[in-house]
């Protein structure tokens, strides 16, 4: 048979038997069937920055992937020449030219190298304190826990020690707060679009502002906190362990959940957040412990901490925030307490601004800078409120008395009216958190848990 006879009946699909050559099965497709589903990997979040100085610092140094950029364009151009032989004729040229280039900015020669370097540091299983590929055991009794056989399935404050990289299958999810504040950034939009359609939702204008505060504080960072499918939490004396849960399978010991906490970077993400994060699924995720052992508290909200010494209480309430819904009720006694709280913090600080000063009111002056407490005493709901309120006070007496007081002072003195005085950032938050808990809507957001904190490098599935 010829040539071209043959590449004809391989176009038409009649490659005669006697050729051996079988189109319907290509190596390609032969490798894929022998690949078992547990060899795929998917990622979701990697944060290639500690993903390369981890691998940098086993191996010494990795090779550079290279990042393909182009853009969608059209370049058209008209490019001309004349030449004349003057005087016997003239002579022009012409050329055009319309191009067009293809760029979908796409950087898989960039993702393929960042996975590449990710499962070449997998591939150092030995690092791993908990490894989600260890091999299953049962213990039959509580003190063969013990048992250096048992050391890959039962870990205790030795072994979950500050940089340990732990593996853990997990069902994700955020820290409510941020939970909350997607929600609230969410709805917020579809209120302004279809007013009519939600109408008046309770406590919402109070959340708008909590999660302004948030957003500013988040700063594009993710707190997750996720639940660990295949292990527990026990206690052994006064020490907490974490455990397989097929290891205690047979055995008659009280467990709780562990909850696997830390920041993630909301550009790390491969994948849309709202279909990872909010949907309840399992996922491997490999990270590394940021704080040794288990921790009953942590704040999902780094940045607030740097105002704790200004804001007393601050992170608190904001790790409350995310557990108590925006249409809780406020209470009916607890606003009027603030307003009480307000009205206090007011007086204090009139009394300390005219000490300040150094200057005597009369007493016409006197009830007429009560009376101004009396009217702005009511707006305690929000720090904004709160603040025109101070503004309202500290304006009467600089017009009674013609001083003026320097604002880092006056700061100072409203600062130490707050604490005081015990006057609320966030009452109406402080109000739901306390009708909540006396009407056991809610659990304490104070409440112990088991919390692993880690730094994480890669979710995946």
């Given at each position: 048979m010829s040539v071209f006879s043959r590449i004809r009946e391989w176009f038409r699909g009649e490659v005669p038997p006697e050729s051996g050559v079988d189109l319907t099965t290509t190596p390609t497709a032969t490798q894929a069937t022998q690949l078992k589903s547990s060899q795929l990997r998917e990622f979701v979040y990697l944060d290639e920055v500690s993903l390369r100085s981890l691998l940098s610092s086993i191996e010494g140094g990795i090779t550079e992937g290279t990042s393909i950029t182009s853009s969608d364009g059209v370049t058209a151009g008209l490019s001309g020449a004349i030449s004349a032989n003057i005087p016997v004729a003239a002579k022009a040229e012409v050329a055009s030219h319309f191009q067009t280039k293809n760029d979908n900015s796409i950087e898989t020669a960039r993702k393929a190298t960042v996975q590449s370097w990710f499962s070449d540091f997998h591939s150092y299983s030995e690092l791993r304190v908990v490894d989600t590929g260890a091999k299953v055991k049962i213990a039959k009794d509580l003190s063969e826990l013990p048992k250096p056989k048992y050391?890959?399935?039962?870990?205790?404050?030795?072994?979950?020690?500050?940089?340990?990289?732990?593996?853990?299958?997990?069902?994700?999810?955020?820290?409510?707060?941020?939970?909350?504040?997607?929600?609230?950034?969410?709805?917020?939009?579809?209120?302004?679009?279809?007013?009519?359609?939600?109408?008046?939702?309770?406590?919402?204008?109070?959340?708008?502002?909590?999660?302004?505060?948030?957003?500013?504080?988040?700063?594009?960072?993710?707190?997750?906190?996720?639940?660990?499918?295949?292990?527990?939490?026990?206690?052994?004396?006064?020490?907490?362990?974490?455990?397989?849960?097929?290891?205690?399978?047979?055995?008659?010991?009280?467990?709780?959940?562990?909850?696997?906490?830390?920041?993630?970077?909301?550009?790390?993400?491969?994948?849309?957040?709202?279909?990872?994060?909010?949907?309840?699924?399992?996922?491997?995720?490999?990270?590394?412990?940021?704080?040794?052992?288990?921790?009953?508290?942590?704040?999902?909200?780094?940045?607030?901490?740097?105002?704790?010494?200004?804001?007393?209480?601050?992170?608190?309430?904001?790790?409350?925030?995310?557990?108590?819904?925006?249409?809780?009720?406020?209470?009916?006694?607890?606003?009027?307490?603030?307003?009480?709280?307000?009205?206090?913090?007011?007086?204090?600080?009139?009394?300390?601004?005219?000490?300040?000063?150094?200057?005597?009111?009369?007493?016409?002056?006197?009830?007429?800078?009560?009376?101004?407490?009396?009217?702005?005493?009511?707006?305690?709901?929000?720090?904004?409120?709160?603040?025109?309120?101070?503004?309202?006070?500290?304006?009467?007496?600089?017009?009674?008395?013609?001083?003026?007081?320097?604002?880092?002072?006056?700061?100072?003195?409203?600062?130490?009216?707050r604490s005081l005085s015990g006057l609320s950032y966030f009452p109406a938050l402080d109000a739901k958190v306390h009708s909540a808990n006396t009407a056991g809507s809610g659990s304490d957001p104070t409440e112990p848990e088991n919390l692993l904190d880690l730094e994480v490098i890669a979710i995946y599935w």
């Open positions: 050391r890959k399935l039962r870990f205790g404050s030795d072994q979950l020690q500050r940089g340990g990289l732990v593996e853990f299958r997990v069902q994700l999810a955020t820290d409510p707060v941020y939970h909350m504040s997607a929600l609230v950034t969410e709805f917020s939009g579809m209120l302004e679009d279809y007013p009519e359609l939600f109408g008046e939702v309770a406590g919402f204008g109070e959340a708008e502002q909590i999660n302004k505060i948030l957003e500013r504080l988040l700063a594009g960072l993710v707190p997750i906190k996720a639940v660990a499918v295949d292990h527990s939490v026990i206690q052994v004396g006064d020490e907490k362990f974490v455990v397989h849960n097929e290891l205690i399978r047979d055995l008659e010991i009280e467990t709780e959940p562990l909850c696997i906490v830390g920041v993630t970077e909301q550009a790390a993400y491969w994948k849309d957040l709202r279909r990872v994060l909010f949907s309840g699924v399992e996922f491997t995720l490999l990270g590394r412990i940021g704080r040794s052992g288990i921790q009953e508290s942590w704040s999902p909200v780094k940045a607030a901490e740097l105002f704790e010494s200004v804001a007393p209480g601050i992170v608190q309430k904001i790790n409350a925030a995310g557990r108590i819904p925006f249409g809780a009720s406020d209470g009916t006694d607890l606003p009027s307490k603030a307003d009480q709280d307000l009205s206090r913090a007011l007086s204090v600080y009139a009394e300390a601004v005219l000490q300040e000063i150094g200057f005597d009111l009369a007493t016409q002056d006197v009830s007429q800078l009560e009376l101004e407490i009396l009217r702005v005493s009511d707006r305690s709901e929000s720090v904004s409120r709160q603040r025109s309120a101070f503004a309202c006070v500290r304006e009467t007496i600089e017009k009674l008395s013609n001083e003026r007081v320097p604002d880092e002072i006056d700061l100072a003195l409203r600062e130490k009216a």
